[in-house]
C-alpha cells in the first residue's frame, strides 16, 4: 500500500523533509540564543545607566579595553576637545533613520591622556569627499558626561573597515586604529590614548548640533527587540513538528488516492464495451 513511498518523488520529499526538522530546530535555538543575550545585555545596559557617574579612566587604560559589563556605564571627564584632529564616521542614521555622520573628537585629559568622544550625529554634506563642516565644541577646559563604549570592530558590528576613505574619515570607531592613524598625522594628543569612547550625552550643543545618540532606553530601535527573538523561536519549533505531520497527511492522501484508483480500475475495464470483434451477430 505505501510502496509508492520508494517512488524518486517521495524519496527526494522525505529528504527534504529530514534535512528541514533539524535546521528549523536549530533556527529556533538559535532565536532563543539571541533573546538570552538581548536579555543578559539589556540587564547590563540598564545596571550602568542607572549606576552614579563615575571618571572615565577609572574603567579604562591606554591601550586596554572596556569591560563587557562597564558599557553605557555614565562617566565624566575633564579636559578639552582636540578639534584640530576631529574625524567623522561615516554611514550613521539618527532617531530618524537619516543617513549622515557621527563626530569623533579627541579629548585630552589634564593627565595629558586622551579619550576618544562621540559628539553626535550630523547630515551628510553635499559632498562625499569633502570634510564637513561641524559646530564647535565648547572651548577650554570643560567636563564631559557620556556613556562608555567598547572599541568597535568588523566581527561585532558587521562593518567592514574598507581604506582608501577620504582623509579624516573612518568606518568604525576603534581607538586603537584611530589612535594610530592620528599618531601618522603628528597629533601629540594621540600618543596616550585611552581604550573605547564615550557616547556625549553632557555638555549638550549649542543650536542642538551635533544631535546627541538617545541611549538604548530612548532609541525605538531598541525598544523590544529582546521579547520578539522568543515567539520566534518557539516558531521555528512548531515549524519543525508540522514537517513530520505534514508529510505523514501527504502520505495518508497518497495512498487513499491510490486505493481508490485501484478499486476503480477493475470496475471500469467491466462495464467498457467489448471489442468489435467479439460482439454476438
Do not use: C
Amino acid at each position: 500500500m505505501y510502496r509508492f513511498l520508494l517512488t524518486r518523488q517521495w524519496v527526494i520529499l522525505t529528504l527534504m523533509a529530514l534535512l528541514l526538522i533539524p535546521t528549523m530546530i536549530w533556527l529556533g535555538f538559535w532565536q532563543l540564543h539571541r533573546h538570552d543575550h538581548r536579555q543578559a545585555l539589556n540587564k547590563v545596559i540598564n545596571a550602568s545607566l542607572a549606576a552614579k557617574p563615575v571618571p572615565a579612566e577609572s574603567l579604562t587604560s591606554v591601550g586596554g579595553s572596556v569591560a563587557h559589563d562597564d558599557i553605557y556605564r555614565r562617566v565624566t571627564a575633564k579636559g578639552h576637545f582636540d578639534t584640530a584632529h576631529e574625524m567623522v564616521v561615516r554611514r550613521r542614521t539618527n532617531a530618524d533613520d537619516q543617513v549622515g555622520y557621527h563626530v569623533l573628537t579627541p579629548f585630552v585629559l589634564d593627565d595629558g591622556r586622551t579619550l576618544l568622544v562621540n559628539r553626535g550625529w550630523i547630515p551628510s554634506p553635499a559632498s562625499q569627499t569633502a570634510f564637513p563642516d561641524i559646530p564647535a565644541p565648547a572651548a577650554g577646559e570643560i567636563t564631559v558626561t557620556g556613556r562608555l563604549m567598547q572599541d568597535e570592530t568588523t566581527a561585532a558590528s558587521g562593518i567592514k573597515n574598507v581604506k582608501g576613505l577620504p582623509d579624516r574619515q573612518v568606518l568604525l570607531i576603534n581607538s586603537e586604529q584611530i589612535g594610530a592613524q592620528l599618531r601618522d598625522a603628528g597629533a601629540a594628543s594621540a600618543k596616550e590614548m585611552l581604550g573605547g569612547y564615550v557616547e556625549l550625552t553632557a555638555p549638550a550643543p549649542k543650536g542642538g548640533s551635533p544631535e546627541l545618540i538617545p541611549s538604548p532606553k530612548e532609541d525605538a530601535s531598541w525598544i523590544g527587540v529582546g521579547d520578539i527573538n522568543l515567539p520566534y523561536a518557539v516558531q521555528w519549533w512548531v515549524f519543525a513538528a508540522g514537517v513530520p505531520l505534514g508529510w505523514a497527511v501527504l502520505a495518508r492522501r497518497e495512498a487513499r488516492e491510490r486505493a481508490r484508483a485501484a478499486k476503480e480500475s477493475p470496475e471500469a475495464e467491466a462495464k467498457s464495451p467489448a471489442p468489435a470483434g467479439r460482439q454476438s451477430a
